[in-house]
Nanobody, 123 residues
Framework: VQLQASGGGLVQAGGSLRLSCAAS????????KGWFRQAPGKEREFVAT????????YYADSVKGRFTISRDNAKNTVYLQMNSLKPEDTAVYYC?????????????????WGQGTLVTVSS
């Protein structure tokens, strides 16, 4: 079972990036997915979550209106579109999958984790 995150990189403030997280080894189409991030010297924090069908999403206040989480169950992939990026968005971004159809904002709601992809936003 693997979650492979990709799409990170270096971008200037105000720019955009799209992260992808592909699952392999099993099908996660029936489970909620989420994105978390961890900045240097800080604890991992919730970014966004999406229900199994994609019909329900929820965002951290810090990214609401700038980030969009989506999923393609046929491709077993979840995405995070990040617009209007700010230097404070710099972090390693992790994708995660729950074992339930909806999941919350806590790391313990998720049981499978990817390896992380680094996003650096320069000012």
């Amino acid at each position: 079972v693997q979650l492979q995150a990709s799409g990170g990189g270096l971008v200037q403030a105000g720019g955009s990036l799209r992260l992808s997280c592909a699952a392999s080894g099993r099908t996660f189409s029936s489970y909620a997915k989420g994105w978390f991030r961890q900045a240097p010297g800080k604890e991992r924090e919730f970014v966004a979550t999406i229900s199994w069908s994609g019909g329900s999403t929820y965002y951290a206040d810090s990214v609401k209106g700038r980030f969009t989480i989506s999923r393609d169950n046929a491709k077993n992939t979840v995405y995070l579109q990040m617009n209007s990026l700010k230097p404070e968005d710099t972090a390693v971004y992790y994708c995660a999958a729950s074992s339930t159809v909806v999941a919350g904002v806590h790391a313990w709601d998720y049981h499978y984790w990817g390896q992380g992809t680094l996003v650096t936003v320069s000012s």
